[in-house]
């Protein structure tokens, strides 16, 4: 059972136009990441949310917690063409031995020149 | 520094066959897990440790099994590879176990295909 959706599923957009991507979930979630994969690597951390509502900016990138931490958005505003790969959301629950994340289905962007 | 270090990068194995993919990092990192990325389902936990003698499965472990002797490697091993296993293998490594706003911090995968 996938806990994690996000949409869209792929998304090709021209540079400096803006993106919204979205990550739902019935569960709660202790804090969620987002996490950045380019082809032929490993995802790299992009950030951390953890109290409800919160709003994190990285440069062009803004990352909101839902109030009732089961879902969060990306918010890219004027995109370029470094920002084309595949976004993972990933919530985190705590549990008896180890927090363990959840992966999200993964959203894959391309922007082109 | 050389992170999380993941070998063979691509491994080609006929069904039935057996094989280890190795996985070493030298961050002095608790928490060791193997996740396996398919197209559309992200990325699935298949077994994790939080410290060398301690292991436990994640969501997908059958057909898998890992040991960790200590805490710099976590090797995965297929018993009897299967096409479903058809796969690229991450390992992600974290300084603590208990961490729930830390960084999983992950090699550069190992793309594997059974025939």
């Known amino acids: 059972t996938q806990l994690l959706e996000q949409s869209p599923q792929f998304l090709s957009i021209q540079e400096g136009e803006n993106l919204t991507v979205y990550c739902n979930s019935s569960?709660?979630?202790?804090?969620l990441q987002w996490y950045r994969q380019e082809p032929g690597e490993g995802p790299v951390l992009l950030v951390t949310?953890?109290?409800?509502?919160e709003v994190k900016k990285l440069k062009r990138l803004t990352f909101q917690f839902g109030d009732a931490r089961k879902d969060s958005s990306l918010h890219i505003t004027a995109a370029q063409p470094g920002d084309t790969g595949l976004y993972l959301c990933?919530?985190?629950?705590?549990?008896?031995?180890?927090?363990?994340?959840?992966f999200g289905t993964g959203t894959r962007l391309q922007v082109t020149l | 520094n050389a992170g999380v270090t993941q070998t063979p990068k691509f491994q080609v194995l006929k069904t039935g066959q057996s094989m280890t993919l190795q996985c070493a990092q030298d961050?002095?990192?608790?928490?060791m897990s193997w996740y396996r990325q398919d197209p559309g389902m992200g990325l699935r936990l298949i077994h994790y440790?939080?410290?060398?003698?301690?292991?436990d499965q994640g969501e997908v472990p059958n057909g898998y099994n890992v040991s960790r002797s200590t805490t710099e490697d976590f090797p995965l091993r297929l018993l009897s590879a299967a096409p479903s296993q058809t796969s690229v293998y991450f390992c992600?490594?974290?300084?603590?176990?208990?961490?729930?706003?830390?960084?999983?911090?992950f090699g550069e995968g190992s793309r594997l295909t059974v025939l």
């Open positions: 949310v953890v109290t409800g509502g």
């Open positions: 440790s939080v410290g060398a003698g301690i292991t």
């Open positions: 990933a919530g985190v629950r705590r549990t008896g031995t180890a927090s363990k994340l959840t």
């Open positions: 992600a490594s974290s300084y603590s176990y208990s961490y729930y706003t830390g960084e999983l911090f």
């Open positions: 569960s709660v979630f202790s804090s």
């Open positions: 961050m002095n990192h608790e928490y």
